[in-house]
């Protein structure tokens, strides 16, 4: 049997983590986390096969981890949906600029989050 796809979460709202990580846990073996920070230590020890953004966080949002994941050679390749609660065309446009991959708007549906989720990984799978 295959081993379940890894998949870090990162969002600074304690309740979409709970809710992102229960929507996905059956599945995938699933890691969640508050902050940029704390993710690039994660990343540091850690390998993903796709990573869940928020948008919008303190001291470095999603766009900006995005970015740092992309300069860097053991994350690079890990594809990322973002997750977004502001519809502002800036922040679409800052979305285009970085060739994400897929974005939800907030609030998501557990059956929608698992649809781009399968669909990252198969797109992306070795």
């Avoid at 969002?11 to 983590?17: E, H, I, T």
């Avoid at 599945?27 to 508050?34: H, I, T």
């Avoid at 990573?51 to 919008?56: G, Q, R, T």
């Avoid at 001291?59 to 949906?81: C, F, R």
Wanted: aromatic letters at 6%; hydrophobic letters at 40%; proline letters at 6%.
């Amino acid at each position: 049997m295959n081993n379940p796809a890894r998949i870090l979460t990162v969002d600074d709202d304690p309740v979409l983590r709970v809710h992102v990580t229960s929507s996905l846990k059956k599945f995938y073996e699933v890691k969640s986390v508050s902050s940029a920070k704390e993710a690039i230590s994660y990343l540091s020890e850690n390998s993903v096969d796709l990573l869940i953004l928020d948008v919008c966080m303190p001291e470095m949002d999603g766009i900006e981890l995005y970015k740092w994941t992309q300069e860097n050679p053991s994350t690079k390749n890990v594809p990322a949906i973002f997750l977004t609660g502001v519809e502002d065309d800036n922040v679409l446009q800052a979305l285009v600029k970085t060739n994400a991959n897929d974005y939800l708007n907030k609030p998501i549906s557990p059956s929608e989050l698992l649809v781009h989720v399968k669909n990252q990984l198969e797109a992306h799978s070795k």
